[in-house]
C-alpha cells in the first residue's frame, strides 16, 4: 500500500480536475466552479499545512494564515473567475486589531485571501479542527477554535485570545453573524458578542470589513456561480479602550448598524456596476452583429 501513495495522491487532485472539464462541457457551470473551488480549498490547506510548519520554525508562525490566505487568492480566484476588490485597504495595517466582517457563502474563504492581513488568526468552530487537511492546517497556524455549545470553554478561549493579542500583538478576525447568512439580499444575521468582548478586554481597536452580497455571483440555492468582480470596504477602525464590559451591547448594535448601512451602499453600487457592464457587452454584440449582417 505505501508503494501506492505517489500513485493515490496525484490522483487526488486530478480526479476533481477531469471531473470538473466535463461539467463545463455538459454546460453545468454551477457544478463545475463549485467542484474547482472545493479543490483549491484542498491544494491551499496542503499547502498551508507546509507553510505553518515551515514558518513555526522559522519564527514566523503568526504570519502562517496570511500567507495560506495569498495562496488561496491566487487559487481560488484562477479556479473561480471571481476577484475581490478592495476599498480602504490602508486600514488592514491597523495592528493589532479584531477585524469582523459579514459571512455570506463558502466563496468568503477568498475573500479572506484577498484582505487577510499578517500576524493574524481566524477564529472557527471546534467541530473544524477534525477536518481532514483544512483542519490540520488550522491547527499548526494558531486558529483559536471555540465550542459554541459549552459557555465555558468558549469564555476561556476568548481569555486566551486576548492574552495572545495582547502579549504577541497578534490579531484576530471573526464573523460576528456566527454563521453563512446565504442571503440573496444584502442584510445580515444578528450579531454574536464574542467578538465585541475579545476587542474590550484586549484593548484594542474593532476594524469591521463589509462586502457587497455577491448573490448575482453565487447563490446557491439558485444553483448559480459564475465569476466576477466583487467590491470590499474595509472601514475606519473602532477604538475600545474607553469601553468595558458593559458597553460590549450597545458597541454591538451601533456597529452591525453601521456595517449594514455600509452593506446597503455598497450592494447597490455593486450591482448598478455590473448592469452597466452587461448593457455595454450588450450593445457591443448588437453592433457586431449588424456589422455581420
Known amino acids: 500500500m505505501p508503494a501506492l501513495l505517489p500513485l493515490l495522491l496525484p490522483s487526488l487532485f486530478l480526479l476533481p480536475l477531469l471531473v470538473a472539464m466535463l461539467l463545463f462541457a455538459l454546460q453545468l457551470p454551477f457544478y463545475a466552479r463549485l467542484l474547482l473551488a472545493y479543490l483549491s480549498l484542498l491544494i491551499c490547506a496542503s499547502y498551508g499545512v507546509v507553510a505553518s510548519l515551515v514558518l513555526r520554525v522559522a519564527g514566523y508562525g503568526g504570519c502562517a494564515q496570511w500567507a495560506t490566505a495569498r495562496c488561496f487568492k491566487w487559487v481560488m480566484r484562477g479556479a473561480t473567475g471571481v476577484r475581490f476588490e478592495v476599498r480602504g485597504e490602508r486600514n488592514l495595517s491597523t495592528r493589532p486589531a479584531v477585524f469582523i466582517g459579514n459571512h455570506q457563502t463558502e466563496l468568503d474563504v477568498l475573500m479572506l485571501g ?5 500576524w493574524c488568526s481566524v477564529t472557527a468552530k471546534k467541530s473544524l479542527r477534525n477536518v ?11 486558529t483559536v477554535f471555540i465550542d459554541r455549545a459549552n459557555r465555558q470553554t468558549a469564555l476561556l478561549a476568548i481569555d486566551s485570545a486576548a492574552q495572545q493579542i495582547q502579549a504577541r500583538r497578534q490579531s484576530v478576525y471573526i464573523f460576528p453573524e456566527g454563521t453563512r447568512s446565504y442571503f440573496a439580499e444584502p442584510d445580515l444575521l444578528p450579531f454574536k458578542k464574542g467578538a465585541f468582548h475579545l476587542a474590550v478586554q484586549a484593548g484594542v481597536p474593532i476594524v469591521p470589513i463589509v462586502v457587497a452580497n455577491y448573490a448575482d455571483v ?3 440555492q439558485s444553483r448559480r456561480f459564475t465569476g466576477g468582480v466583487i467590491p470590499v470596504k474595509v472601514l475606519e477602525p473602532i477604538e475600545t479602550k474607553h469601553l468595558r ?26 450591482r448598478a456596476t455590473s448592469a452597466a457592464r452587461a448593457e455595454g457587452r450588450r450593445a457591443v454584440g448588437v453592433e457586431a452583429a449588424k456589422k455581420r449582417s
Not at 484577498?114 to 499578517?118: I, R, S
Not at 458597541?251 to 455598497?266: G, K, N, S
Open 245 to 270: 464590559a458593559e458597553d460590549v451591547d450597545e458597541l454591538t448594535r451601533e456597529t452591525r448598524e453601521l456595517m449594514l448601512r455600509e452593506l446597503l451602499l455598497l450592494t447597490a453600487e455593486a
Open 114 to 118: 484577498t484582505v487577510f492581513p499578517p
Open 132 to 142: 481532514p487537511f483544512l483542519g490540520w492546517f488550522m491547527s499548526l497556524s494558531g
Open 218 to 220: 453565487l447563490h446557491v
